[in-house]
């Protein structure tokens, strides 16, 4: 496949749009090989850039393969137009990725494969943007294969939209989506993240590895949505709040935190001291009081 880029050089990279630029040659390699793209699937790399995941991605997908890449520089996309104007299995699209609706890029029921180098600045909003979508579809395919009227609101059965993710983020984020109970780090992001995917820190790369530097380390996450969650809250809404609600002082108790949801006694029941604080929470805890607050 011949699809050495133009040349890039005279583009001036855009802070706006987050633009560090991957250029070590053994980091691409090793991203592409966490990723290991598979003949037939359908890739859709977020933030592509000039390129430099896009090659190699494409390369190991080979020609049976799909990848889409959403960019949001015209700049840009008018540059890669030009790198990828003969290969038939890329489609580019000039798109914000925060409002870009990911359901009808997965035809065939075939699940989407995720890949970004993502702008530091978007990428908790964009996380959370692409587990509603996961959630939207898991609903919207039960719906249709569920004639049951007793629906709960969240999604268990349904196969997911994305099967996997990868991203490279901020070395402090990739710590909080990871972070166990009980750690520093955990906080409202480990356990969002953590209630619809399986999570795995996988490396670290340092600021040497774009151009410009960025100031802080970065390292790459692997999420994989759940085919079934392993706790279930009956209604997401209840659960976002809680976990919400719960975190807001992190200093303060569950008892203070949550007063206004739910009573000590209630807490209690549930095996649950209302004297702890929410970083040493389970995220089966925060199910159980989504739960009762639903019950009740
Ligand atoms: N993938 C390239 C690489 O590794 O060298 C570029 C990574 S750079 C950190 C982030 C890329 O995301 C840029 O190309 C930027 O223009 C693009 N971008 C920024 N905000 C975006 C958004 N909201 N939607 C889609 N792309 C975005």
């Given amino acids: 496949m011949n699809t050495k ?6 583009h001036r990279a855009r802070k706006r749009f987050g633009q560090n630029f991957l250029h070590d040659e053994n980091i691409i390699a090793r991203i592409v090989r966490a990723v290991t793209p598979r003949a037939g699937e359908h890739l859709v790399e977020i933030g592509p850039g000039q390129g430099a995941l896009t090659q190699p991605l494409l390369e190991a997908l080979g020609e049976a393969g799909q990848l ?29 990725a925060l409002s870009f609706d990911f359901l009808p890029l ?14 530091y600045n978007i990428s908790t909003p964009l996380l959370f943007h692409l587990l509603q979508q996961n959630l939207d579809h898991q609903q919207a395919g039960q ?10 609101d969240s999604a268990q059965g349904a196969a997911p939209l994305f099967s996997d993710m990868h991203f490279m983020l901020q070395q402090e984020v990739v710590q909080r ?16 993240t953590q209630y619809f995917c399986q999570t795995e820190s996988l490396f670290t790369v340092p600021p040497s590895a774009f151009s410009p530097q960025p100031k802080v380390l970065s390292a790459i996450v692997r999420l994989m949505p759940h085919q079934q969650q392993p706790h279930v809250a009956h209604n997401n809404k209840t659960f976002a709040a809680v976990v ?24 209690r029941d549930l095996d649950i001291d209302p004297g ?18 639903d019950a009740s």
Avoid: H, W
């Fill in 5 to 10: 880029p133009v040349s890039v050089n005279s």
């Fill in 68 to 96: 889409s890449l959403i960019e949001i520089d015209r700049d840009l996309v008018s540059i890669l137009e030009k790198t990828f104007a003969r290969t038939t299995n890329v489609k580019l699209i000039q798109a914000d």
């Fill in 106 to 119: 997965a035809t065939n029921k075939q699940p989407l494969r995720i890949v970004g180098n993502l702008p």
């Fill in 143 to 152: 719906i249709v294969g569920d004639s049951s009227a007793a629906r709960s």
């Fill in 177 to 192: 989506i990871c972070a166990e109970p009980g750690s520093k780090q955990y906080g409202r992001l480990s356990v969002m």
């Fill in 244 to 267: 919400k609600t719960a975190f807001a002082q992190r200093r303060k108790t569950l008892k203070n935190n949550l007063r206004a949801l739910i009573v000590d006694s209630a807490l």
């Fill in 276 to 293: 702890a604080r929410a970083e040493t929470l389970p995220l089966a805890d925060f199910v159980a009081i989504s739960n009762a607050i």
